[in-house]
């Protein structure tokens, strides 16, 4: 989005892409264009808040998701020592055996 | 919301040695196996520590889900507590009650995620905050459907009796 000034003249521009590449389209000139300038600025506006809200949401979400991951990894881990320590043993990640004894 | 300090309560270092230990005592080595049970017996706090983190993770969880809803935050912890009475059954030991912690903030957990999805689905998506939910959606029914199972392997097996020190009075981990 741009103004473009020719002499006396400001002339509004919106840009957007089609194809890959970014074609200027002409929305107007006077009063109107004014108008329609601030209407876009304002929706980039709410537009970027928008997008920083649902940052700032999935970076609360992922912290919620470390927590839960952590509980969960210190438990497996206990899980696991307590079960090697009492005899056990798991085949390729598979199901918990109970070792045979040596000999 | 959540702060990364709120991970620092458990031994990392002791965590860190049992996960170094456990690959050869998996296979039958003994000095690891050894080094294992060491580092268990000498480090009783553990299991406080690791069902402290749970409890975090159940806090952070049931904020999340109810926000400043104080009858949401009721009911949401008088479920999870259901839930995990439920998954413990009668008489567990200190290792089934720590399974059963875990089922319960799974479960917890995919109720979050599929509510958060439910929630951004309402207000409109984009693909990225799209693909964004359904990973957390499926990676909390991964995390709920391998706390099920560990717990259901474990009665499985009936394992025997091992004692463990847990605020200086021996208790039974394991049947």
Redesign the interface.
């Known amino acids: 989005m741009s103004y473009e000034a020719r002499g006396p003249y400001h002339y509004y521009y919106r840009a957007r892409k089609v194809g890959g590449r970014v074609v200027k389209e002409y929305v107007g000139h006077g009063p109107a264009a004014v108008a329609m300038a601030a209407q876009d600025e304002a929706t980039r506006v709410d537009r970027r808040a928008a997008a920083e809200a ?1 940052r700032t ?2 970076s ?2 992922n ?10 990894a ?13 005899g ?3 085949h390729h990640r598979g ?2 055996r ?2 045979q004894p ?1 000999g | ?4 300090k ?2 620092a309560t ?1 031994d990392d270092a002791a ?1 860190a040695r ?2 170094a ?2 690959p050869a ?4 080595d003994q000095a690891a ?1 050894t080094g ?2 060491a ?2 017996d000498g480090t009783p706090a ?2 406080d ?2 069902g402290d ?2 409890r ?2 159940e806090l ?2 049931v904020r ?1 889900a109810a926000g400043s809803n104080a009858v949401a935050k009721e009911a949401i912890t008088r479920r999870l507590d259901a839930v995990r009475r439920d998954a413990a059954g009668l008489n567990p030991t200190a ?1 089934e009650r ?2 059963a ?2 089922v319960a ?2 479960w917890l ?1 995919l109720a ?1 995620a599929e509510g ?1 999805y439910h929630q951004a689905l309402e207000r409109g998506v984009g693909a990225s ?1 799209d693909e ?1 939910h359904q990973r ?1 959606v499926e ?1 909390a029914q991964r ?1 709920y459907l ?2 099920i199972k ?1 717990l259901a ?2 009665r499985r ?1 009936g ?2 009796a ?1 004692q463990v020190n847990i605020g200086e009075k021996q208790i039974n ?2 049947r």
């Open positions: 649902r949401r999935q609360q979400l912290d919620l998701d470390r927590v839960t991951d952590a509980a969960g210190s438990i497996e881990t206990l899980l696991n020592a307590s079960l090697v320590a009492a056990y043993h798991r199901e918990w109970r070792r040596d | 919301m959540v702060k990364a709120a991970l458990v965590v049992l996960n230990l456990l005592a998996n296979l039958g196996i294992l049970r580092v268990l553990l299991w520590q690791v983190l749970g975090q993770a952070a969880l999340t290792l720590l399974l912690d875990r903030i799974g957990s979050v958060t905050d964004f957390r990676r995390r391998a706390a560990a392997q474990v097996l394992v025997p091992l981990v394991a």
